[in-house]
């Protein structure tokens, strides 16, 4: 099956991923690559981080133990694993082998935004320090660190490469500059910083001192973005259902199905995929997290039976990761 357009065209690996007999990993949060091409599936199960060769094949699982809730990974030109776990309030540091290097926050002790528990982001008062609920964390070229904070905050935290805390910008709200839900960032190598504004329906961009420089407002829930070295951004967008509130508890007037698109640095549309059903191949349930390998193939991971249970969508044949190799 082929997707995509123009010269962005891809096959769907449909059979890529070969967990062991009797694993399962539910919902994927996030995916990455290291310089050796191997698949790191940042997931909710007893096996946090599942590892697979590039053709699928599985090599091992580690971080047992250790997360309370995976959201997103990133992994760094010289293997560095961040990752995040938002009900943690933590960003871990580890080799690609699962070794511990450093914890950028404190576990299990949010900052104090207002937030308590559940989903609504409502209940954010205030911008406040790292972290509460962060989401994810990229590192700059120059070794920097932003991390966008998340659930329980409005925030991005920008640190130093030994992770003390430089900035933070953000507030809860719509203008410019302030966020509901930032959901993922990614820092350009020219220094700027793009975040996932998820449920302002915007890509917001900044300088790499957190001054507002322009958004992207084309976009439907961006739940993950990546920018590749010939300036290709992709973005995973979530669905609208009609008759539903967001996080923020605006209505929701039509539906829109989950895509992933392909865009150039000024958000310019380049080729989508997607569709209504959610478990068709190629089609998404909720584009969560995604990378692209040195290959150019593209990995999404989606958080399915979270996004599909609460209509009473989901069953055991939809799929949580899908791999499309360049055609």
């Known amino acids: 099956m082929i997707v995509g357009e123009g010269s ?5 690996a449909e059979g890529w991923e070969r967990l062991p007999q009797g694993w399962e990993h539910g919902d994927v949060a996030g995916v990455a690559t290291d310089s050796g091409d191997r698949v790191y599936v940042f997931n909710r199960s007893e096996h946090p981080v599942i590892v697979y060769d ?4 599985f090599l091992g699982s580690w971080g047992e133990g250790v997360f309370t809730r995976p959201h997103g990974i990133t992994i760094t030109l010289d293997d560095t694993v961040y990752c995040a776990d938002d009900t ?3 960003v871990r540091v580890f080799t690609t082998e699962g070794e511990l290097l450093q914890t950028l926050g404190t576990a299990n002790q949010p900052s104090d935004t207002g937030y308590s528990e559940g989903f609504d982001l409502r209940q ?22 932003y991390v966008s904070d998340g659930y329980g905050n409005a925030r991005v935290h920008h640190f130093s490469p030994s992770g003390e805390l430089i900035q933070s910008w953000g507030e809860p709200g719509e203008g410019m500059g ?7 960032v990614w820092v350009h190598s020219d220094g700027r910083v793009f975040v ?3 449920e302002n329906d915007r890509v917001q961009i900044f300088s790499p001192s957190g001054e507002y420089l322009d958004a992207w407002t084309n976009v439907t829930r961006p739940g ?7 300036n290709r951004v992709y973005l995973g967008e979530m669905s609208w259902k009609a008759g539903t509130t967001t996080m923020g508890g605006r209505p929701l007037t039509e539906s829109r199905s989950c895509q992933l698109s392909i865009r150039d640095l000024d958000g310019n549309v380049l080729a989508s995929w997607g569709g209504f059903d959610p478990c068709a191949a190629g089609s998404f349930a909720s584009p969560h997290g995604l990378w692209v390998d040195r290959h150019g193939d593209i990995y999404v991971g989606e958080v399915t039976h979270t996004a599909l249970s609460r209509y009473s969508e989901w069953h055991t044949g939809c799929h949580s990761l899908q791999k499309f190799v360049r055609a």
Do not use: M, Q, W
């Open 8 to 12: 962005f065209r891809y096959e769907v």
């Open 54 to 57: 590039r053709d699928g094949r």
């Open 224 to 230: 993950d973005l990546f920018i590749d070295a010939d």
């Open 178 to 184: 302030e966020f509901n839900l930032p959901h993922s």
């Open 88 to 90: 943690d309030h933590t």
């Open 196 to 198: 996932c504004d998820r």
């Open 124 to 145: 954010i008062k205030r911008g406040a320090g790292p972290f509460n609920r962060p989401t994810r964390l990229s590192r700059a070229p120059g070794g920097d660190l």
